[in-house]
């Protein structure tokens, strides 16, 4: 773990050293450091917070000209890196993140207020063991998905550019493994941009519409779930969805569509309460059950990537312990015109059902 951690810091420091040269190129480079605190959102997890969390950051931001970014008044893409302390170094330790994000002004002024969001996997070095670890009920893994809101603002300042901003950090691994309760950090936060205050970017003067066209789509993505602490089984989960995506201005397209699921857990019984030589109890898998519904939902495209999210009922399902609503939220990347890669993660209210990793394809499109 030691080597491993040490690893992540020099790869961080690496990153630092060669985005500095990037600024005199169509990119920028930002540095950041912030001050928070763990939320615990659950009475289980009061015991967990002990200090403020310190967050670093390096993110390059790419200012390059895309014809999407027009419709966006100055919109960028950007890559990051970040290194939180959790506030609790015994029981949960550090978190390092890499992240995809993009900032969506809010204005069309030059270094206007913006809004960001992103996400990337993560490693958190603690995670819950039952006997090294048990007082950590927030996380059961190493790996696990990052996501993140941030509202910034920032001001020249000669030749440089300094930020102020606030964010909203969570920690999940979608219950691939328990416990998953997750961690909500919000924090303050400190930027610098080396040579930042230049003419790299500029205001769009008039935004145009410039969208993906409407189309019929098919999604199919898969995963794994555990169910409790003391039930460690691994259970496969799947989605079919069909959707029919519709025009919109600005590269929001809406959506509608049906989803049709596989979830090996809801048909999982006890068969034993504990096995004690294997230490877990043992379950069997009886009538896998399908779970069906339709879903509403909306799409934010930056080229061929692509921002969604989606809210549906289910028609049919036996698992009665969950809600009838179900969320899905994800990313997707289009290799072609008809291919892409999907990463999406599906929750019943604030649950986490299960992290999907799937492939897309573009069926038909209208012009």
């Given at each position: 773990?030691?080597?491993?951690?040490?690893?992540?810091?020099?790869?961080?420091?690496?990153?630092?050293?060669?985005?500095?040269?990037?600024?005199?190129?169509?990119?920028?480079?930002?540095?950041?450091?912030?001050?928070?605190?763990?939320?615990?959102?659950?009475?289980?997890?009061?015991?967990?917070?002990?200090?403020?969390?310190?967050?670093?950051?390096?993110?390059?931001?790419?200012?390059?000209?895309?014809?999407?970014?027009?419709?966006?008044?100055?919109?960028?893409?950007?890559?990051?890196?970040?290194?939180?302390?959790?506030?609790?170094?015994?029981?949960?330790?550090?978190?390092?993140?890499?992240?995809?994000?993009?900032?969506?002004?809010?204005?069309?002024?030059?270094?206007?207020?913006?809004?960001?969001?992103?996400?990337?996997?993560?490693?958190?070095?603690?995670?819950?063991?039952?006997?090294?670890?048990?007082?950590?009920?927030?996380?059961?893994?190493?790996?696990?998905?990052?996501?993140?809101?941030?509202?910034?603002?920032?001001?020249?300042?000669?030749?440089?550019?300094?930020?102020?901003?606030?964010?909203?950090?969570?920690?999940?691994?979608?219950?691939?493994?328990?416990?998953?309760?997750?961690?909500?950090?919000?924090?303050?936060?400190?930027?610098?941009?080396?040579?930042?205050?230049?003419?790299?970017?500029?205001?769009?003067?008039?935004?145009?519409?410039?969208?993906?066209?409407?189309?019929?789509?098919?999604?199919?993505?898969?995963?794994?779930?555990?169910?409790?602490?003391?039930?460690?089984?691994?259970?496969?989960?799947?989605?079919?969805?069909?959707?029919?995506?519709?025009?919109?201005?600005?590269?929001?397209?809406?959506?509608?569509?049906?989803?049709?699921?596989?979830?090996?857990?809801?048909?999982?019984?006890?068969?034993?309460?504990?096995?004690?030589?294997?230490?877990?109890?043992?379950?069997?898998?009886?009538?896998?059950?399908?779970?069906?519904?339709?879903?509403?939902?909306?799409?934010?495209?930056?080229?061929?990537?692509?921002?969604?999210?989606?809210?549906?009922?289910?028609?049919?399902s036996k698992q009665r312990e969950i809600k009838a609503m179900f969320h899905r939220t994800g990313i997707q990347h289009m290799i072609n015109d008809k291919i892409g890669l999907t990463i999406l993660m599906k929750t019943h209210e604030a649950k986490a059902e299960h992290l999907g990793i799937g492939l897309t394809l573009n069926l038909a499109s209208t012009k």
């Amino acid at each position: 773990m030691y080597i491993f951690t040490t690893m992540l810091k020099a790869l961080l420091g690496l990153l630092f050293v060669v985005t500095l040269g990037m600024n005199a190129q169509a990119q920028w480079a930002e540095f950041k450091v912030g001050r928070g605190f763990l939320i615990p959102h659950r009475t289980d997890m009061v015991h967990l917070p002990k200090s403020a969390n310190t967050k670093l950051s390096f993110t390059v931001w790419d200012l390059k000209e895309r014809n999407w970014k027009k419709s966006f008044h100055g919109a960028k893409i950007g890559y990051e890196a970040h290194f939180i302390d959790l506030g609790n170094k015994e029981l949960l330790g550090t978190a390092w993140s890499f992240n995809y994000k993009v900032s969506l002004p809010l204005s069309r002024r030059k270094y206007p207020l913006t809004f960001i969001l992103g996400g990337g996997p993560a490693w958190l070095t603690n995670k819950y063991h039952v006997e090294k670890n048990p007082k950590n009920l927030a996380i059961g893994s190493h790996i696990n998905a990052s996501l993140f809101l941030q509202i910034q603002k920032s001001f020249a300042v000669g030749p440089h550019l300094v930020s102020l901003g606030i964010d909203l950090n969570h920690y999940s691994n979608a219950a691939t493994s328990k416990p998953n309760l997750g961690l909500n950090i919000p924090s303050f936060n400190l930027g610098f941009v080396l040579n930042g205050n230049t003419d790299k970017i500029t205001p769009t003067e008039k935004s145009v519409n410039a969208h993906h066209p409407a189309s019929w789509a098919i999604t199919v993505d898969g995963g794994i779930k555990e169910l409790s602490i003391l039930d460690q089984n691994k259970y496969l989960v799947g989605n079919i969805e069909l959707r029919r995506n519709f025009k919109s201005a600005r590269n929001i397209n809406w959506e509608l569509g049906v989803l049709t699921g596989y979830n090996q857990s809801i048909g999982a019984y006890i068969e034993n309460d504990f096995d004690l030589e294997s230490g877990r109890v043992k379950r069997q898998v009886k009538n896998p059950n399908i779970q069906f519904g339709p879903f509403l939902g909306g799409r934010l495209n930056f080229g061929k990537t692509s921002l969604f999210f989606h809210t549906g009922i289910y028609a049919y399902s036996k698992q009665r312990e969950i809600k009838a609503m179900f969320h899905r939220t994800g990313i997707q990347h289009m290799i072609n015109d008809k291919i892409g890669l999907t990463i999406l993660m599906k929750t019943h209210e604030a649950k986490a059902e299960h992290l999907g990793i799937g492939l897309t394809l573009n069926l038909a499109s209208t012009k």
